[in-house]
């Protein structure tokens, strides 16, 4: 994925299932650069998912759906986004 900025929304899978699911768009083109459907794992997991991600690629904004499982997302997010940020510059400061 390089170094571009992108943008990854999240959205309830079909419709007709609890599925989880992703799309990663590139902002320059607006070309589909990654998606997933995530059907067996909880919250918790695909926020840790989204909180590596976001690490990786750090020009990503996410746009979360405003129903129940992305306001629970979104409450995960809010925890542990800023956890990783204290980590990693107290780890850069004691190097």
Excluded at 43 to 59: E, G, Q
Excluded at 71 to 93: D, E, K, W
């Amino acid at each position: 994925m390089g170094s571009g900025q992108f943008a990854g929304g999240r959205y309830a899978g079909s419709g007709r299932s609890d599925d989880i699911a992703m799309v990663v768009v590139d902002l320059a083109d607006m070309k589909v650069v990654c998606a997933g459907n995530f059907n067996e794992t909880s919250m918790l997991t695909f926020s840790n998912f989204l909180v590596w991600f976001m690490n990786r690629y750090r020009n990503t904004a996410l746009i979360i759906e405003r129903k129940s499982t992305g306001t629970a997302i979104l409450g995960n997010l809010m925890h542990f986004l800023p956890v990783q940020a204290i980590v990693r510059s107290s780890a850069s400061s004691t190097g």
